[in-house]
């Protein structure tokens, strides 16, 4: 049962972070990322039809919106597998790996200044 309070309690702190870093961005950086793209080979197929892109750009949705599920079922999955130590130890991680790509993206964003 203690287990089982600590996987959702981890789960609580993983999906806050989540809302947070999102709230971080930019509203037009989150449209982008919620919509789904037209890609390769469909993005290069010319006589695709505006309702047929719409389309193929639902499907993308629902398969990226069906894959962010299943990672977070293996997150939980593995997070009730694991002692506080290493759920603290994983936590960590997640933290440090969220936070060197938002600094990433950070520098990547910043505007390039011209050297005279």
Same mark, same amino acid.
């Given at each position: 049962?203690?287990?089982? /309070?600590?996987?959702?309690?981890? %789960?609580?702190? @993983?999906?806050?972070? /989540?809302?947070v870093?999102?709230?971080?961005?930019?509203?037009?950086? *989150?449209?982008?990322?919620?919509?789904?793209? @037209?890609?390769?080979?469909?993005?290069?197929?010319?006589?695709?039809?505006? +309702?047929? =892109?719409s389309?193929?750009?639902? #499907?993308?949705?629902?398969?990226?919106?069906? #894959?962010?599920? #299943?990672?977070?079922? +293996?997150?939980?999955?593995i997070?009730? @597998? @694991?002692?506080? +130590?290493? =759920?603290?130890? /994983?936590?960590? %991680?997640?933290?440090? *790996?969220?936070?060197? =790509?938002?600094?990433?993206?950070?520098?990547?964003?910043?505007?390039?200044?011209?050297?005279?």
């Amino acid at each position: 049962m203690r287990m089982r /309070a600590t996987v959702v309690a981890a %789960m609580v702190v @993983l999906a806050a972070m /989540a809302w947070v870093g999102a709230q971080d961005q930019p509203q037009e950086k *989150q449209q982008k990322k919620s919509a789904a793209k @037209l890609t390769m080979p469909w993005s290069k197929i010319e006589s695709l039809t505006d +309702e047929q =892109k719409s389309q193929i750009r639902e #499907i993308r949705a629902n398969a990226n919106a069906a #894959i962010k599920a #299943i990672k977070e079922k +293996e997150t939980a999955d593995i997070m009730a @597998l @694991l002692n506080d +130590e290493q =759920k603290a130890q /994983a936590q960590a %991680m997640t933290e440090k *790996q969220t936070s060197e =790509k938002k600094s990433r993206s950070d520098k990547a964003d910043a505007p390039v200044e011209k050297q005279d």
